[in-house]
């Protein structure tokens, strides 16, 4: 609930945001554009993403960002079920695990050609990845299995350069790489995407 809650407010920030930064900023006047932009990604798991960014001069990026996996459905390990006879369940709920991670990047744009309508972001930055992974326990005489799901936090670094494509003044759409790296793991995955609010200027 808390993750849906955060997602829905972060959506509605960043599109009113966009908004009106492109009424009271028309792209005639200024060399800057702020945006925001949801992503789907496929990889080890899959994931979503939202993000603001702002770029300066054309030339730099500074983005903020909320990306999480999708719940997957874990069980355990196999000597975890050899260690005692016919282990079973002991609740119907399913254990899970998943990632969400904040960050921030700051990067440099390179446009491919005069109309400025393909470029390439290179960016990084880093994160803070909160993971929660279930721990499995033994209950009812070894008969059967229960788990508690343990939660902790995570220094990230993340890279994510993308090709972005504005296919008219307000939106466009982006493909590109996204790598967490952190103690715990590397999640690496592939998006696309797409961005809503003053993407280009003319």
Not at 87 to 96: C, D, I, L
Not at 113 to 122: D, S, Y
Not at 128 to 135: G, L
């Amino acid at each position: 609930m808390k993750t849906l809650l955060l997602i829905t407010v972060f959506s509605m920030a960043t599109l009113v945001s966009g908004a009106q930064w492109t009424d009271s900023k028309p792209s005639t006047t200024t060399k800057h554009t702020l945006y925001s932009s949801g992503e789907y990604l496929v990889g080890d798991q899959q994931a979503g993403k939202l993000g603001m960014s702002y770029t300066y001069n054309n030339k730099y990026i500074l983005s903020v960002g909320y990306s999480a996996t999708f719940k997957t459905t874990v069980t355990p390990s196999d000597n975890f079920l050899k260690s005692a006879t016919n282990v079973t369940p002991a609740t119907s709920v399913e254990p899970f695990e998943n990632s969400e991670n904040l960050h921030m990047m700051m990067g440099r744009i390179f446009n491919l050609n005069e109309k400025k309508n393909l470029r390439v972001v290179i960016q990084a930055g880093p994160g803070i990845t909160t993971f929660r992974e279930p721990e499995f326990a033994l209950v009812n005489s070894n008969s059967q299995y229960n788990f508690e799901t343990k939660t902790s936090k995570k220094l990230s670094l993340v890279i994510n350069p993308k090709l972005e494509m504005p296919l008219h003044a307000t939106v466009g759409c982006s493909v590109g790489p996204m790598v967490v790296v952190n103690s715990n793991q590397t999640y690496i995955g592939a998006g696309i995407g797409i961005m809503y609010g003053l993407i280009k200027n003319n």
